[in-house]
């Protein structure tokens, strides 16, 4: 009798544990979206960032700018499912990134226009770090989101 009520009671914790587990599922797949825009805003910054100080242009920069605002847009529609709280600083950290792109002086060469920025970039890129790691990305992707900053 006795063996029979351990048994049964495993069973129960492992059905319940499936349940469990099955509700994270939904949880996993809206961390995964987020995870995933999160990838996207790192690779517009990644552009922005690879652009060639010697030769780069303004236009270039207003693009990748641009790309970066809209890699934003997919992040916060994602993290309204994650419940993100990163969310306000990375905004606010692409919202000055914009801003120093757009001080940025008419008559400024593109490498002039970089060193302008990076303090802003560097910004932006600490506050999509930090947004990786509270939803532990790492985990959730099983990638190391860890390359950006250095």
């Known amino acids: 009798m006795r063996k029979t009520g351990v048994i049964l009671v495993g069973l129960a914790l492992l059905v319940g544990g499936g349940a469990v587990a ?4 939904d949880d996993a797949s809206a961390e995964e979206q ?3 825009a999160l990838d996207g805003l790192e690779a517009s910054i ?4 690879a652009l060639d100080p010697a030769t ?3 236009d270039q920069i207003d693009e990748a700018r641009d790309d970066i605002r809209s890699s934003l847009e997919d992040v916060d529609a994602a993290a309204e499912d994650v419940g993100s709280e990163r969310i306000d600083e990375l905004d606010g950290a692409v919202e000055d990134l914009e801003g120093a792109v757009d001080d940025v002086s008419g008559d400024a060469t593109g490498p002039e226009a970089l060193e302008e920025i990076a303090p802003s970039v560097q910004t932006v890129e600490q506050s999509v770090q930090a947004a990786f790691e ?3 990305c790492a985990a959730v992707t099983g990638e190391d989101t860890t390359d950006t900053v250095e």
């Open 22 to 25: 099955c509700g994270d599922d």
């Open 34 to 36: 987020y995870c995933e």
């Open 46 to 49: 990644a552009e922005l960032t």
């Open 56 to 58: 780069a242009s303004i």
């Open 134 to 136: 509270e939803v532990d």
